[in-house]
């Protein structure tokens, strides 16, 4: 007979999850043996934090579009789970957060390692969910795949009490083990838009002269990236992205401008946000950093039209005049027909509203190749990555930490392949570090022969850099590049800018050798200090079959901040003035 463990992992296997990231704890042992009864059909990749599981699940989610599992067990194990779980919900991933629990009939003694699990995840998660007895343990998970794939996609906790997991089948009752398929993906259901809608939205794109789309991360978690590209070359409308949308269509299209908002933007970008008549949102919520604290966009004089797959995130930051909440991708393809439908006469923007955006092109183009040159010593980030964009394959995913090294991957770095998620970065809270956790997750995800290449900064990398050991162990060889400042560089400039020069807790009193260090880990590393050393460095890292750590070593304040001021580059440059 199976006990509560073998069900779970067996109905887990059947919807297609292959691996689940975690700490094994004495109350999931059932579960555990349960993963290796299928081995290698679903396996478990043991961590070492709890709090890198997630982060690993959600890499994994966003590269394959299902949802990545976790575990930990009881207390201060499902505590520690709880910062990236955090990250994944506020990103949209849908991660099965489980945990396990003490013995059901122990609860409420203060027994040991006793904590209030749905206290702790509740507020970030969709849902937290518990069976109360063993034959409810496949009607909870499939309930989990359901809620975590629907609507605005996000995390989901399961507690499992070790008695309810050690339980079994009884001669009268069976576990009932049928999945539903269709929730093992995002999205889990695709919504059409009202059709009155679609007509005043071809209506709307008729009049406007200077249209531009917003893409968001929710255009990518559709997998709307052909609608969008082909919707933006019907009307010739420039594309410009939040953070979590870049990608959705090439940066080298001529109709693409890349980032807008405070933070790995391209103020050419925010340029032509700011100008347009009409906005086409697509999966945004308009976030503080993506609208640049919401000054991008003047209501007064701009019509939005929001597309979203959830109410509350289309209507509570902008008026929209046509708010829809439906699916992405399903909702272009109505506008394309709505466009066929009509005549092509008055559906194309003014030719000065297309001549402007050729010019904006190449005005971040003789920027970023100004900027780009300098291969100066301390290293700089801009001649950094162009040398990672020459030898990385165009088919290729960039993975950063939402620190100074996201803002200069979101700025600088130029996503190119078209399909899938090129771009992934630990946006949803910008916690220091994710960049490794989430490589990790993504270079299991992919199913085809994609390069993977993680960019962080040397505070970040710190957090968790004893996931090396489960990289090697895993047999994963992608190139992590360090821009290491030997200090917290984001919050150092801020310093310098407000206080003066004390730099008090932002810098390190020692330098630590990040490259020496990985070797130790049974990584190929390598410092590099001189520019003339960068593209050799980056060219043998990317094409290394080993677990590659790459330390370049950067200005401690990154640049002159009077010429970030100066050129409009503050933001792109991780400099945020509040």
Known sequence: MRNGGQAAAELLADYGVRY???????????????????????????????????????????????????????GPGAANMLPSVIEAYTSSS???????????????????????????????????????????????????FRIATTDRPGPVHVDFPQDILEGSETTEESFDLKTELQYAKIPGVRTSANPRDIAKIVDLLSKAERPIILAGGGAILSQAWDEVTTLATKIGAPVVTTLTGKGIIPESHPLSLGCVGRQGYRPTANKALREADLILAFGTKFAQVGTSNWTLIDEGKTQIIN?????????????????????????????????????????????????????????????????????????????????IRKSLPEKS???????????????????????????????????????????????????????????????????????????????????????????????????????????????YQQELNYSNISRAFGCKALRVEKGSEVPTAISDAIHSSEMFVLEMMTDPCNCDSTHMKSDGLAAAEGMLLY
């Open 94 to 144: 849908p991660v099965i957060a489980i945990t396990s629990d003490i013995v059901t009939k122990w609860m409420g003694r203060g027994a040991s390692q006793e904590l209030d699990h749905y206290a702790l995840f509740h507020s970030f998660v969709k849902a937290s969910l518990r069976p109360k007895r063993t034959l409810d343990i496949p009607y909870v998970l499939r309930e989990a």
């Open 397 to 507: 995913v960039l993975v950063s930490s939402g620190s100074f090294s996201g803002a200069f991957a979101g700025c600088y770095f130029d996503v190119r392949h078209m399909g899938g998620r090129r771009f992934v970065q630990a946006r949803g809270m910008a916690g220091t570090e994710g960049a490794l956790p989430l490589a990790i997750g993504v270079s299991l995800g992919i199913a085809d022969d994609s390069r993977v290449l993680a960019v962080t900064g040397d505070g970040g990398f710190g957090y968790h850099i004893s996931e090396l050991e489960t990289a090697n162990r895993m047999n994963l060889s992608f190139p992590i590049v360090i821009l290491n400042n030997n200090s917290l560089g984001w919050m150092r400039i801020l310093q310098k800018e407000h206080f003066g020069s004390n730099y008090t807790s932002t810098a």
């Open 307 to 387: 597309i979203n797959f959830s109410a509350p995130e289309s209507l509570k930051i902008y008026k929209s005049q046509i708010p829809v909440v439906a699916d992405v991708k399903e909702s272009i393809k109505q506008i394309m027909l709505g466009l066929s439908a009509k005549s092509a006469k008055g559906t194309v923007p003014s030719a000065s509203w297309i001549g402007y955006v050729s010019v904006l092109k190449n005005e971040w183009a003789s920027m970023f190749e100004q900027k780009s040159q300098d291969d100066s010593e301390p290293l700089k980030p801009a001649f950094i990555f162009k040398e």
């Open 20 to 74: 689940v990231f975690g700490v094994p704890g004495g109350q999931t042992l059932s579960f555990y043996d349960g993963l290796s009864k299928l081995s290698p059909k679903i396996q478990h990749v043991l961590v070492r934090d709890e709090k890198t599981g997630p982060f690993m699940a959600d890499g994994y989610s966003r590269i394959t579009f299902s949802p990545g599992v976790c575990d930990g067990t009881a």
